[in-house]
């Protein structure tokens, strides 16, 4: 095992969206939407998790590489009718590899502080869905869900 040889790779710019859902009961998201969390304000501890997780992701996924990260944003989506939030994440750098694992990874930390600051509404919580919906740079292009 070993990390993939970058030495000969070329400088570009590298950009990597990923998106997550968190699903709750009707019960639950009307709490989150009306009240919130007796632990503080749940979007903005989520975006600081998932910004801190996207800058630490060589240190939680074995063989990644550390990059210089120029960008990290989280952002949300209510989706009432599916009592859903979206997450969203977009990572940039100019790099020698891509930005695909940080992406994911600031989804999933932002995800998983919605559920814990939101699990004394019931443990029913759902995570799901978590992908990569773009990136580009690189040599292998740019792809798009």
């Known amino acids: 095992m070993s990390m993939v040889d ?28 009306k009240q919130g969390s007796p632990k503080g304000n749940v979007l903005e501890t989520a975006k600081v998790a998932g910004i801190m997780a996207a800058k630490n992701t060589p240190s939680m996924i074995p063989l990644c590489h550390p990059l210089f990260i120029e960008k990290v944003s989280i952002s949300f989506d209510m ?12 990572v940039s750098c100019s790099g020698k590899t891509g930005v695909e694992m940080e992406a994911l990874s600031a989804v999933s930390a932002a995800c998983l502080t919605i559920y814990d600051m939101m699990k004394f509404t019931g443990q029913d919580i759902v995570i799901s869905g978590i992908r990569l919906m773009h990136k580009s740079g690189g040599k292998s292009g740019v792809y798009r869900r």
């Open 6 to 33: 970058i030495g000969d790779k070329q400088i570009t710019k590298r950009v990597a969206c990923a998106e997550g859902m968190v699903i709750f009961s009707p019960k639950a998201f009307k709490v989150f939407i």
């Open 79 to 90: 989706l009432k009718s599916k009592n859903t939030v979206k997450v969203m994440s977009e």
